[in-house]
Nanobody, 126 residues
Framework: QVQLVESGGGSVQAGGSLRLSCVGSAYPYSRYCMGWFRQGPGKEREWVASVGTTAMTTVAESVKGRFIISKDNAKNILYLEMNSLKPEDTAMYYC????????????????????WGQGTQVTGSS
């Protein structure tokens, strides 16, 4: 069973920045493609960003140009750097993973995910 633990959430004013981290027990980390999802108050969980085993990344249109996803395989850590935060970015952010081997697959849907973290809360205030 893979365990994922997020950290780095908090409250920040509009325009501010936060960096989320996700430490995982998966081994080897390099064989897992991973992503971030979020669920705002009264909303469905939505995909935010993904990174594949080939280091390719993709982000949702709503965060493009503001959020950056990256993965450090040596440290087993997934990051989400969030800049220019908006009130609408307020949500619980979840780290997610699945084993992808050497494929170029980038998970974008909840059905693509095998493992979830417990979440970390991000609140953007105006």
């Amino acid at each position: 069973q893979v365990q994922l633990v997020e950290s780095g959430g908090g409250s920040v004013q509009a325009g501010g920045s936060l960096r989320l981290s996700c430490v995982g027990s998966a081994y080897p980390y390099s064989r897992y493609c991973m992503g971030w999802f979020r669920q705002g108050p009264g909303k469905e969980r939505e995909w935010v960003a993904s990174v594949g085993t080939t280091a390719m990344t993709t982000v949702a249109e709503s965060v493009k140009g503001r959020f950056i996803i990256s993965k450090d395989n040596a440290k087993n850590i997934l990051y989400l750097e969030m800049n220019s935060l908006k009130p609408e970015d307020t949500a619980m952010y979840y780290c997610a993973a699945r084993i992808c081997g050497s494929s170029s697959f980038l998970p974008r849907g909840q059905k693509d995910i095998a493992y979830w973290g417990q979440g970390t809360q991000v609140t953007g205030s105006s």
